[in-house]
C-alpha cells in the first residue's frame, strides 16, 4: 500500500483524536485520508511509490535524462550558431554530466531501494554533489557544482515537476498535507481522489487560497507543523468554513460532518435562487456584481451564481496551467476570444500577466531576488520581457475585436509606469494596422490599484486610465507591511484597519471625480460586513469568486445605501479594524434588525 514505505515518526502509533486549528483558505468539508507531501525545492515532492512502480519510475526518469541529453545538444548547437564555441563548451559539459553513468546509477539505486519518486531521488543525489563539490579547495571545481545543479533542474522539468500519477491510482479519498503549496500545485491537485488539502504556510488571500476556492476544493492553511503532527493514511476532515482540521475523528464525528455537508448544499440552493434578480439596495442604488476567475472553466461557475460579466481573468494562469512553457499568440486570441465572447454584453476584464512574487518568476525568468513581492513582479516583470508581453498585448488587442474587453495592468505604481505601457500598446496597434490586422481601437485601458503610492496619487492616475479596480489583497499587504501568504502575520492581515478604508475612499472618490469606473476585485468585496462599509464608501462594482456572488447579493438586496454610508462615515472616524469592526456588526444588527448578514457560507 503506498503509505506504508513513508518512515513513520513517533506519532505513528496515536489513534486519538486531535483538533488542529488554522486559516479557512477555501469553504466547504473534505474528508479523505491523508497524503503528506515532503517538499525539497519549489516543485520538489517526495512520493512514495509501490514495489511495482519502481521499474516504471526508472525508466521515466532515463527518458527524461534522454530528452535532457537532446534539449543540450540543441543548445549547444544553436548556441554555437549564434554566440561562438567557447559558450556552447558549456553545454558540452552539461552533457557530459547527463551521460555521467555514475550520476544516473545513484538516481536509480535512490529510486530503488527507498522507493521514492524520480524527482525526489535526483534532488538528494544533487544535494549529495553539492556538498562534494563545496568541499574541493580549487575554485574551478567548486564552481562546477552550478553546472550539477542547472543539470539537475533541467532534468527535473523534464520529469514535470510533480509525481502526479502515483495517487491517481488510488480509490479512496485523499487529503494532501503539505508545508506549503504553489499555486499551481493547487491546480495540478484539482482532481479525484484529491479532495482538499491542508498546510503550514500561507494566508487567506495567497494564491494558493485563491485557486482551492475558484476549484471548490476545501483548504485549511497555516497550521504549525501540520505535516510532522498526521501521520499518512490518517483519516481527516478538513473543514474550511471553520479552519480546522480534526484528525482520527470518530465514525460519529464523520456522520455529523457529512450532515453539515448535506446542510450547506442546501443553503447554497436556496441562496442560487437569487441568482436572476438585481443586486440593489432597498433605496435603489444599484451594485455590480462581477466574477473573478483563473481558468475558464470557470465562466460556467460565474454564470451559475449570477456575475453581470467578469471582473477579474487573472490571466497568468494561462501561463502557469502550461508552464513551463509560454502560451504563442494563438494561444493567448484564442482563450482571450472564448472570454470575450461567452461574457457578452457584461464582458471581461483581462489582468496581464501577474508573474513574479511568488507566481513562477524565478521559473520563467530566471530572476532570484531576495524580495520577489517587491521585485519584478507583475507589469515590471512584462516590461522588462518586452517579447514576452509584446506577445499577450497583441493577442489582447486581437481578441478585442470579438466582444467587449477591457485591458488591465497589475501593480502600477505611478504615473509614468503607466505611460510606458500605454506607448507600448500604441506600438502594437501601429503594427496591427500595418498588417492589416483588426482589433477595437478604443479598447478601455485600466489599472490595479495595489500599491499605496498608486491610491495616494489615484488623482493623478485617473486622468490617464481608463478604470481603476482596487486589490486589496496586495493593497492591505503593501500598506501593512505583512506579507500576505505569511500565516505569522496574518493576524495583522485588517481590511478594516484605518488606513486602508482612507486609502479605499481616496481612490473611489478620484475615480468618480474623473468620471470613471472604479471597482474592488481584492478578496475584502467578498464579505458580507466589509462589503457594507465598502458600499457607504460608494463602491459600485464589486467582484469576487464566484461562489461568493448570491451573498454578497442577499446582503446589497437588504440594506439602504444611506445607513451604509452613514456606517462607513463614523467607521472612518474609529481608530482600529477591531473597533471599526465592532462597530459595524452592532450597527447592521440595530438598523437591519430582520438580519441579513449570512456568513461566507
Ligand atoms: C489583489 O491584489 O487584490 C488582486 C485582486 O490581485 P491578486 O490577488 O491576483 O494579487
Ligand atoms: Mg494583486
Redesign the pocket.
Known amino acids: 500500500m503506498l503509505t506504508d514505505r513513508i518512515p513513520r515518526t513517533a506519532a505513528q502509533a496515536r489513534s486519538d483524536i486531535r483538533t488542529y486549528k488554522g486559516i479557512g483558505a477555501s469553504p466547504g468539508i473534505a474528508i479523505g485520508r491523508a497524503v503528506i507531501v515532503e517538499k525539497r525545492t519549489a516543485a520538489v515532492y517526495r512520493v512514495p511509490i509501490r514495489d511495482e512502480d519502481v521499474a516504471g519510475e526508472v525508466t521515466r526518469f532515463l527518458e527524461s535524462l534522454e530528452n535532457t541529453r537532446t534539449e543540450l545538444h540543441e543548445l549547444k548547437q544553436k548556441v554555437s550558431r549564434s554566440m561562438g564555441e567557447e559558450f556552447a563548451s558549456i553545454f558540452e559539459a552539461h552533457a557530459m554530466i547527463v551521460s555521467d553513468p555514475s550520476f544516473a546509477d545513484k538516481v536509480i539505486q535512490k529510486i530503488e531501494s527507498e522507493q521514492v519518486n524520480a524527482e525526489w531521488a535526483l534532488s538528494e543525489v544533487q544535494e549529495e554533489y553539492e556538498a562534494r563539490f563545496q568541499s574541493f579547495e580549487d575554485e574551478y571545481l567548486r564552481e562546477r557544482m552550478a553546472d550539477v545543479k542547472d543539470v539537475a533542474e533541467r532534468v527535473l522539468t523534464h520529469l514535470s515537476g510533480i509525481a502526479h500519477h502515483d495517487l491517481s491510482e488510488i480509490t479512496h479519498d485523499v487529503i494532501i498535507v503539505a508545508e506549503d503549496l504553489t499555486p499551481s500545485d493547487a491546480i495540478h491537485f484539482n482532481r479525484r481522489p484529491i479532495v482538499g488539502f491542508t498546510t503550514e504556510s500561507g494566508g487567506r ?1 495567497s ?1 494558493t487560497s ?1 485557486i482551492a476556492k475558484s476549484l471548490f476544493m476545501p483548504a485549511v492553511i497555516g497550521v504549525p507543523k501540520l505535516t510532522r503532527i498526521v501521520d499518512n493514511d490518517e483519516l481527516l476532515i478538513v473543514d474550511g468554513y471553520e479552519g480546522t482540521v480534526i484528525v482520527s475523528p470518530t465514525p460519529a464525528m464523520v456522520s455529523e460532518y457529512r450532515n453539515r455537508v448535506s446542510l450547506h448544499e442546501e443553503a447554497e440552493k436556496t441562496l442560487l435562487e437569487n441568482r436572476l434578480l438585481k443586486a440593489v439596495t432597498k433605496d435603489n442604488r444599484q451594485i455590480s456584481l462581477q466574477a ?1 476567475i483563473e481558468l475558464t472553466e470557470e465562466l460556467d461557475d460565474a454564470a451559475k451564481y449570477g456575475a453581470e460579466g467578469i471582473g ?1 481573468y ?1 490571466s497568468e494562469f494561462l501561463y502557469i496551467s502550461k508552464s513551463p512553457d509560454l502560451p504563442n499568440e494563438d494561444e493567448h486570441v484564442a482563450v482571450y476570444r472564448q472570454l470575450v465572447e461567452s461574457t457578452a454584453p457584461g464582458g471581461c476584464v483581462i489582468r496581464t500577466f ?1 508573474l513574479g512574487g511568488k507566481k513562477l518568476a524565478r521559473e520563467v525568468m530566471g530572476s532570484k531576488e531576495d524580495n520577489p513581492v517587491l521585485g519584478l513582479r507583475a507589469l515590471r516583470l512584462c516590461m522588462k520581457h518586452r517579447d514576452m508581453f509584446k506577445t499577450q498585448l497583441r493577442a489582447l488587442l486581437r481578441a478585442s475585436a470579438f466582444g467587449p474587453m477591457k485591458i488591465m495592468f ?1 501593480l502600477v505604481s505611478g504615473v509614468q509606469e503607466l505611460r510606458q505601457v500605454k506607448a507600448l500598446l500604441r506600438e502594437i496597434k501601429a503594427e496591427l494596422d500595418a498588417e492589416g490586422v483588426a482589433y477595437n481601437t478604443n479598447v478601455p485601458i485600466g489599472i ?1 490599484i ?1 500599491v499605496p503610492s498608486a491610491a495616494v496619487i489615484a488623482d493623478m492616475l485617473a486622468t490617464e486610465a481608463d478604470f481603476f479596480a482596487i ?5 492591505i499587504q503593501y500598506s501593512l507591511a505583512i506579507d500576505r501568504s505569511n500565516e505569522n502575520v496574518s493576524y495583522l492581515y485588517e481590511p478594516l484597519h484605518p488606513a486602508l478604508l482612507r486609502l479605499i475612499k481616496t481612490v473611489i472618490d478620484a475615480g468618480k471625480r474623473a468620471g470613471i469606473p472604479v471597482s474592488m ?3 475584502m468585496a467578498a464579505d458580507p460586513i466589509y462589503a457594507i462599509v465598502l458600499i457607504g464608501l460608494g463602491l459600485e462594482i464589486f467582484s469576487m469568486n464566484p461562489s461568493n456572488i448570491p451573498v454578497i447579493k442577499n446582503v446589497i438586496r437588504s440594506v439602504r445605501y444611506r445607513d451604509c454610508r452613514r456606517i462607513a462615515e463614523v467607521a472612518l472616524q474609529k481608530k482600529t479594524a477591531q473597533e471599526i469592526e465592532e462597530f459595524v456588526i452592532e450597527s447592521v444588527a440595530m438598523r437591519f434588525p430582520e438580519g441579513l448578514v449570512q456568513k461566507n457560507p
Open positions: 488571500t494564491h485563491i473573478n477579474l487573472r501577474d497589475p490595479m495595489e486589490g486589496t489583497n496586495d493593497l476585485c481584492g478578496e
